[in-house]
């Protein structure tokens, strides 16, 4: 199955994926737990649960478009996780509007 995934920081600033699956969803959350710590990030929950979607938003929101425009191995990485944690076909990361698509 072929998946798209779209990383979006606004207007002119979009990098697109399309890709196979194949990462474990295991691989995908170590990925993502590491990439939170490395980056810094944090997210304001009122359960303080950092669900998936949270961890995804956050990694592309601190890693920054320029992460995607010059490191192009790890870009493919957070699309390759990001397909394996949500299953979709068509994944559209908003990061200006801190939201995912299907």
Known sequence: MQHHVIVTFGRDKEFEFKMAGGASVEDARKWFDHEFTVLGCS?????????????ILSVAKYAGDTRFREQHTWAEQFAKYTIALLGRELIRV????????Y
């Open 43 to 55: 997210v304001l929950t009122p359960t303080g649960k950092i669900l998936a979607v949270d961890r």
């Open 94 to 101: 908003d990061v200006e509007h801190y939201r995912i698509g």
